[in-house]
């Protein structure tokens, strides 16, 4: 009994020394405030207001085309009428575009390149002026217009046991000698008026520019672009 008792005693003490009076669990301190170690997480962003001053427009001139040489343009057409009544003079007088032709096929593209360089020449100057669609082309046009007319018609009109044209024929080479009136009056037009063509050409040329503007719409920014030409 004494021995039990000694034995409860000790193991009391040791109880009380493993587990010391008034023990309490440590706390761990919080973390610190993640707003307050990021201060821009506290405050939105700051904004600024920009002002936008518009610049003076800038005028900015277009590369400058070659000017166009008023004898150039009196002298083309010219050269081009010359041209073709020399290819017809070749084809009559040297292929001989006769009844019995010596070259007939060389004849015939002779003499019909002779024909369409002629009836083009006199608007090589206002071509070259800038100038095609004239009032001595379209002119021109309607002559050509009246003289096939007229051809077509006498070329099929029967004739009479005579030889002669019936009316019909008459009318068409009636038709075909007033369509050679403004033919050749919009011919001679086109051919005079060609260095006062071009000499208008080299003046709008000379007033060809383009102005840009910066413009500001609202909070956008743009370019408004005008020009002369």
Known sequence: MRFAAVSLVMLAMSTSAAAPPNAETPVRDAPPNAEASDPSAKDPPATYATTHTPSPPTDMALPAMPKKSQAVAAVLPISGLIGGIGLVVVADQVLDVGFNPRHPVAAGVVAWTGIAVSAI??????????????????????????????????????????????????????????????????????????????????????????????????AELGLSVSGSF
């Open 121 to 218: 020449a006199p608007s090589l100057g206002q071509i070259y002026a800038g100038n095609a669609w004239n009032t001595g082309l379209k002119a021109r046009m309607v002559g050509a217009a009246m003289i096939a007319s007229g051809l077509i018609l006498s070329s099929t009109s029967p004739q009479s046991p005579s030889g002669r044209y019936e009316n019909r024929g008459i009318a068409g080479v009636v038709i075909a000698i007033g369509g050679a009136v403004p033919f050749i009056g919009g011919s001679i037009h086109e051919i005079v008026t060609a260095p006062r063509a071009a000499r208008r050409n080299n003046q709008r040329a000379a007033k060809r520019s383009i102005s840009v503007v910066p413009v500001a719409v609202g």
